[in-house]
T-cell receptor, first 111, second 110 residues
Framework: DAGVIQSPRHEVTEMGQEVTLRCKPI?????LFWYRQTMMRGLELLIY????????DSGMPEDRFSAKMPNASFSTLKIQPSEPRDSAVYFC?????????FGDGTRLSIL | EDQVTQSPEALRLQEGESSSLNCSYT??????LFWYRQDPGKGPEFLFT???AGEEKEKERLKATLTKKESFLHITAPKPEDSATYLC???????????FGEGTQLTVNP
């Protein structure tokens, strides 16, 4: 089976631009999670969905961040406007209960 | 608030030199403790789930154990390919979210 697929793998953009990260979860999984990983803060949960419905967005840093899951096969994390402090690796994970299975991440650099 | 602390931050071993990684946790209503392995440029890869104190799980050279306050990942006769960052996470009673520790970066020299 294909794992969690994230795109793009790398993104470099200038401050103020809109950034959209994409995730395709494993087929049949009903939970989807977005994480951010940095050297300073480690791996932190931003938001998660169950059956396409956002359940807990308490980790979303501010209004510049938004996430959607229009169907069971696709989710996006959007940052608008982007700032240099948003530079990090963003991971998507999916699960049917536990454990969570992770994609290989999007390395985001905001100049 | 759930908390996870891993030690040491980094560990360097010679091939064949056994050791243990520690994961201390505080959580309200432990529903599961998870170990993941992360290689550079990759996402975390699931290794084990432990549910209750006294439980043990094994996979090749790795064995995970659990008490009411901590978990250990024992590595027996490690090989260079075991080099990675090992992450510990807990799921509490509040839902499906995981709280991760900072990880232990393991290097095994040939």
């Amino acid at each position: 089976d294909a794992g969690v697929i994230q795109s793009p793998r790398h993104e470099v953009t200038e401050m103020g631009q809109e950034v959209t990260l994409r995730c395709k979860p494993i087929s049949g999984h009903d939970y989807l999670f977005w994480y951010r990983q940095t050297m300073m803060r480690g791996l932190e949960l931003l938001i998660y969905f169950n059956n396409n419905v956002p359940i807990d967005d308490s980790g979303m840093p501010e209004d510049r961040f938004s996430a959607k899951m229009p169907n069971a096969s696709f989710s996006t994390l959007k940052i608008q406007p982007s700032e240099p402090r948003d530079s990090a690796v963003y991971f998507c994970a999916s699960s049917f209960g536990q454990p969570q299975h992770f994609g290989d991440g999007t390395r985001l650099s905001i100049l | 608030e759930d908390q996870v602390t891993q030690s040491p931050e980094a560990l360097r071993l010679q091939e064949g030199e056994s050791s243990s990684l520690n994961c201390s946790y505080t959580v309200s209503g432990l529903r599961g403790l998870f170990w993941y392995r992360q290689d550079p440029g990759k996402g975390p890869e699931f290794l084990f789930t432990l549910y209750s104190a006294g439980e043990e799980k094994e996979k090749e050279r790795l064995k995970a154990t659990l008490t009411k306050k901590e978990s250990f990942l024992h590595i027996t006769a490690p090989k260079p390919e075991d080099s990675a960052t090992y992450l510990c996470a807990v799921q509490g009673a509040s839902g499906s979210r995981l709280t991760f520790g900072e990880g232990t970066q393991l290097t095994v020299n040939p």
